[in-house]
């Protein structure tokens, strides 16, 4: 835990504890907004089930506080409370039905459930109601490629590709996408291109590691091999079958 976000943590608390001994107290929206970003900082640590507790106490004081009730979704979701995190989605898309935040937090809740079909309509609508948007995009992709339709999803990729993506963390997954791809479609030497820039921007990614050692040994390419080897073996210097591989 950073000592910033403990300290932060500590100062609400105090807060809370403070105005709460008043002989004003703190009103419902002070108390609502307090509560909110005790949340916030929470789910910052990955406290999720404490973030839980905190935005629905924030609720409590303030029905109407949106950011709050999305954020509890955000905490389900974290802890893969995915039926909870629906039920506080459609309620907020029944006010607003064209919102593509909620549209897509949606849909990623029914992507973990499975439901690929269903995830992949919603995130449809995402794009028709929001065409830039290239996390839908990229999502979309994904699900494709997921149900085994690999040329449709590399085309969707090429056309996210083609635009300028600001967003390096995209960039990443959308390289990282590509890469395994090709990569399980046993065309290495175009995986190793995508699997490598990962490489250079995620060198801790083990499972990219993996399918671009694979794939550079495939290909013959064994001096990459080695190099991609070595580095998984500073995450996992007991990996007996890779060092046998090696």
């Given amino acids: 835990m950073k000592k910033q976000q403990l300290l932060r943590l500590i100062v609400i608390h105090l807060l809370i ?20 970003n005790l949340g916030n900082a929470y789910l910052e640590i990955g406290k999720s089930d404490k973030a839980s ?9 303030d029905r109407k506080m949106k ?33 593509v935040i ?3 937090a949606k849909a ?14 919603l995130y449809e609508k995402v794009i028709e109601i929001d065409p830039a948007n290239a996390e839908a995009l990229y999502n979309s992709a994904v699900i494709k490629s997921e149900q085994g339709n690999n040329s449709e999803a590399l085309e969707m990729l090429t056309k996210l590709r083609s635009r300028k993506i ?3 963390k995209l960039l990443i997954r959308i390289n990282y996408a590509f890469g395994e791809i090709y990569y399980k479609t046993d065309q290495f030497e175009e995986a190793i291109k995508y699997l490598d820039y990962v490489k250079e921007k ?9 399918m671009l050692f694979d794939s550079c040994v495939k290909t013959r390419y064994f001096s990459s091999a080695v190099r991609a080897g070595e580095q998984i ?9 890779l060092l046998f591989d090696m």
């Avoid at 809740?109 to 079909?117: L, P, T």
Wanted: glycine share 4%; with cysteine; hydrophobic share 40%.
């Fill in 17 to 36: 504890v403070f105005f709460s001994g008043c002989a004003g107290g703190l009103s419902r929206r002070e108390a609502a907004r307090l509560y909110y």
């Fill in 53 to 61: 507790e905190s935005y629905l106490k924030a609720l409590e004081y």
């Fill in 67 to 99: 950011i709050a009730s999305f954020n509890l979704a955000k905490a389900y979701m974290d802890a893969e409370k995915y039926s909870d995190a629906i039920t506080i989605l459609d309620s907020m898309l029944e006010e607003d039905p064209a919102n």
């Fill in 102 to 104: 909620i549209l897509s």
């Fill in 108 to 121: 990623f809740c029914i992507f973990r459930f499975g439901n690929f079909e269903k995830a992949y309509e």
């Fill in 166 to 168: 600001e967003d390096e």
């Fill in 202 to 210: 995620e060198p801790e990614n083990i499972k990219n590691l993996n």
């Fill in 233 to 241: 073996l500073e995450f996992e210097p007991d990996n007996k079958d």
